[in-house]
């Protein structure tokens, strides 16, 4: 079956710009999360959805980062105003709900910010 | 704040032989951890996992041991094959909220 898929695979913008990335998650999984990696590191948490509400946002690095999601399923990552520092890969999990320990990654986006 | 970390960076193996990737984590009140696979290019994908009131658990050609006495877990791969070079992380998690993972340990199977 379908598994979580991201948007775009690659991603280059300057410095200052804002960028969308997509995750589309496993169809019927409730829970969504964001993890960021950066370059030899591991994957930091960044937010997670139950549904549409977003109970934990404690990982977003600062307010130029926000997530939504919208009909239970599709979630959007926004960075504005890209800083250098925000360069990684973007990894989007899903998985049954909350509850369920077990997290199906996306490919990931990779951003450069230059 | 919570941390996981791993011991050993970079592993490498001779095709046949057994790994061992070593975990060591600090939030002791974690009751689920899992290990992950990571390939060039592509997301995490889920290898085995164990909760906290086990101390063992195998799958196929994987065992994963859990020491909460240590706070170490590890991940023992048999007969290991060069399709089971990659990254492999460490995660833990408490009730299926947010996993906190480790710096991650590169695996390279030498033929």
């Known amino acids: 079956g379908a598994g979580v898929s991201q948007s775009p695979s690659n991603k280059v913008t300057e410095k200052g710009k804002d960028v969308e990335l997509r995750c589309d998650p496993i169809?019927?999984?409730?829970?969504l999360y964001w993890y960021r990696q950066s370059l030899g590191q591991g994957l930091e948490f960044l937010i997670y959805?139950?549904?549409?509400?977003?109970?934990?946002k404690s990982g977003l690095p600062s307010d130029r980062f926000s997530a939504e999601r919208t009909g239970g399923s599709v979630s959007t990552l926004t960075i504005q105003r890209t800083q250098q520092e925000d360069s990684a890969v973007y990894l989007c999990?899903?998985?049954?709900?909350?509850?369920?320990?077990?997290?199906?990654f996306g490919p990931g986006t990779r951003l450069t910010v230059t | 704040g919570e941390s996981v970390g791993l011991h050993l960076p970079t592993l490498s193996v001779q095709e046949g032989d057994n790994s061992i990737i070593n975990c060591a984590y600090s939030?002791?009140?974690?009751?689920?951890f899992i290990w992950y696979k990571q390939e060039s290019g592509k997301g995490p994908q889920f290898i085995i996992d164990?909760?906290?009131?086990?101390d063992k658990r195998q799958g196929q050609r994987v065992t994963v041991l859990l020491n909460k006495t240590v706070k170490h877990l590890s991940l023992q791969i048999a007969a290991t094959q060069p399709g089971d070079s990659a990254v492999y992380f460490c995660a833990e998690t408490t009730y299926g909220n947010k996993l906190v993972f480790g710096a991650g340990t590169i695996l390279r199977v030498k033929s």
């Open positions: 999990a899903s998985s049954l709900d909350i509850f369920s320990y077990e997290q199906y």
């Open positions: 959805f139950q549904g549409n509400s977003a109970p934990d």
């Open positions: 939030n002791s009140a974690s009751d689920y």
């Open positions: 164990i909760r906290s009131n086990m």
């Open positions: 169809s019927g999984h409730t829970a």
